[in-house]
């Protein structure tokens, strides 16, 4: 069993930035794909960013392309979402995930959630005046 433990959101202003961390266990850092999917109220989970297992091939959805970065820290076993020029429609409890399929492509992996084999808790990100 894999655990995914999420930090780092909170409450921002518009414009402001954020970075979400994901904790990770060594083995999955280095082989599995890995990605953010977020929910905002009343709608359902969409993908936001998705990472190979070697980290050197990334996927961002349409809306958060130019603001998100994701990054896998192999020292640290810490996958990262850096979120800058926060909108409020980026407020969303933010979801860490891992597929374990070595060589997956991350716009594939993004593109279906429902093939995610663990989940993160969640982290709640408002960005509001």
């Known amino acids: 069993q894999v655990q995914l433990v999420e930090s780092g959101g909170g409450m921002v202003q518009p414009g402001g930035s954020l970075r979400l961390s994901c904790a990770a266990s060594?083995?999955?850092?280095?082989?599995?794909?890995m990605g953010w999917f977020r929910q905002a109220p009343g709608k359902e989970r969409k993908e936001v960013s998705c990472?190979?297992?070697?980290?050197?091939?990334?996927f961002y959805t349409e809306s958060v392309k130019g603001r998100f970065t994701i990054s896998k820290d192999f020292a640290n076993n810490r996958l990262y979402l850096q979120m800058n020029s926060l909108k409020p429609e980026d407020t969303a409890v933010y979801y860490c995930?891992?597929?374990?399929?070595?060589?997956?492509?991350?716009?594939?992996?993004?593109?279906?959630?429902?093939?995610?084999?663990?989940w993160g808790q969640g982290t709640q990100v408002t960005v509001s005046s």
């Open positions: 995930a891992a597929r374990d399929k070595w060589g997956i492509d991350p716009q594939e992996m993004c593109a279906r959630s429902a093939a995610v084999d663990y």
């Open positions: 060594e083995f999955a850092m280095h082989y599995y794909a």
């Open positions: 990472i190979t297992s070697a980290g050197n091939n990334k």
